[in-house]
């Protein structure tokens, strides 16, 4: 077994002296603080380096993940940027133990021209699936709820909304707070690569009551069937102390009932602030006796 270790050791820093040919891509990160320009076809954001390295070298440069920067001074100043001319910059982010072979591409160039902002609104492309016995307290909030993009004229017209990424959320029990992803079009640049999206989610309580039907005309009896009804609502816990289900009111209207009808629609009044889902059971009663009082 030891000598099995062993050989395995030997075989895997062996491999580490060895040399190999190995093509590794490096981030750009563009430097523009008045986002005046933008690359031309603006994917070109990484350059690969092709290089002759150790397998040693090779396994840091897995582990590190460093960008290499295009100063603003460089974009408003030219129009177009060599990589090769930045070998001293690549040697450092990858160690000078790597001998480069090429870089490319070869020229990234820069366009100045027709290049202008335009304010869009954020569109959230986010579903939310909630655990049961829980919902959304009220509408989700987007920060910023606009953001400015920069790009060519001809492409930024037919741009009125940016959306972020998809995501989806289940088994949602607590407030969501989350940095999304903006999904942002091909040649087209953005104040900033992300949004801020929040939503409440409060649990669900539910409540039923026997409540008695009060009668709005008082020039005629009405004798109704049944005479009371069940009201069931719902509210969130969180507003359990703030509950006062005893103002609830179940109407019965003789105005909007029709000649021929022999069951009468119900409605509720006085329900309180932070109720929602209001039910009533049955929500519609008979009314078989009409006797016009004397005068």
């Given amino acids: 077994m030891t000598f099995l270790l062993l050989s395995i050791l030997l075989w895997f820093f062996s491999h580490l002296a060895t040399n190999y040919d190995y093509t590794i891509p490096i981030p750009i990160q563009y430097v523009d603080n008045n986002h005046h320009i933008l690359p031309d076809e603006y994917n070109k954001d990484t350059i690969f380096v092709e290089l002759k390295t150790s397998g040693y070298q090779l396994l840091k440069l897995k582990i590190y993940n460093k960008k290499l920067q295009i ?6 100043q030219k129009k177009y940027w060599l990589p090769k001319q930045q070998l001293s910059k690549i040697e450092k982010l990858i160690g000078t133990n790597s001998k480069i072979i090429s870089v490319k591409p070869e020229k990234i160039i820069f366009s100045h021209q027709n290049i202008i902002q335009k304010l869009v609104p954020i569109k959230p492309n986010v579903k939310v699936n909630f655990e049961k016995g829980f919902k959304k307290k009220s509408n989700f909030k987007i920060t910023p ?8 004229k001809e492409i930024l017209q037919s741009i009125d909304t940016l959306e972020t990424k998809p995501y989806t959320f289940s088994e949602v029990k607590n407030d969501l707070n989350k940095n999304l992803t903006l999904d942002i079009p091909k040649n087209v640049k953005a104040m900033s690569n992300s949004v801020h999206f929040s939503l409440n989610t409060g649990q669900i309580i539910e409540r039923q009551k026997a409540i008695g039907i009060t009668i709005l005309d008082k020039k005629d009896k ?12 719902k509210f969130f816990k969180s507003d359990y102390d703030n509950i006062k ?13 029709k000649s021929n009808d022999t069951l009468a629609e119900l409605s509720v009044r006085n329900i309180p602030k932070g109720v929602f889902d209001v039910a009533i ?8 006796v009409k006797v016009k009082k004397n005068d």
Avoid: C, H, M, W
Avoid at 71 to 76: A, F, G, L, M, Q
Avoid at 245 to 257: G, L, S, Y
Avoid at 281 to 288: E, H, M, T, Y
């Fill in 222 to 233: 009405y004798i109704l069937f049944p005479d009371k009804v069940k009201v069931r609502y």
């Fill in 71 to 76: 100063p603003e001074s460089v974009i408003n």
């Fill in 281 to 288: 059971i049955p929500n519609r009663v008979s009314f078989l």
């Fill in 145 to 152: 709820k606009k953001i400015a993009i920069y790009g060519r």
């Fill in 245 to 257: 289900d005893k103002q609830i009111t179940v109407i019965f209207d003789p105005n909007k009932i």
